[in-house]
């Protein structure tokens, strides 16, 4: 088992910047690829980014490409999502996950472990 706690949400200004945590306990963080997906109101969740176990590969969604940053710090157990320029469109619910694998992906049935989800809100 992992556990996973996201924080780091909150309410910004659109063009604001935002940097989101997800601290693991359990199992050995370091032996899994890591990701972040959002989910906005009436919409499925869609991936965001991921990173795989030693942080040396990194691979994120077409439209956030040059905004966001995925990284991860295994002596601290913990994964962070640093988002930049952030748009109204960015407002959604931001949910980190812990992969099957050591290697990245990018499908929500992937990932066998979810945190409960922090709020990011982009005021226009």
């Known amino acids: 088992q992992v556990q996973l706690v996201e924080s780091g949400g909150g309410l910004v200004q659109a063009g604001g910047s935002l940097r989101l945590s997800c601290a693991a306990s359990g199992r050995t963080f370091s032996s899994y690829a890591m990701g972040w997906f959002r989910q906005a109101p009436g919409k499925e969740r869609e991936f965001v980014a991921a990173i795989n176990y030693i942080g040396s590969s990194r691979t994120y969604a077409d439209t956030l490409k040059g905004r966001f940053t995925i990284s991860r710090d295994n002596a601290k157990n913990t994964l962070y999502l640093q988002m930049n320029s952030l748009k109204p469109e960015d407002t959604a619910v931001y949910y980190c996950?812990?992969?099957?694998?050591?290697?990245?992906?990018?499908?929500?049935?992937?990932?066998?472990?979810w945190g409960q989800g922090t709020q990011v809100t982009v005021s226009s």
């Open positions: 996950a812990a992969c099957r694998t050591r290697s990245i992906a990018t499908m929500v049935y992937d990932y066998a472990y």
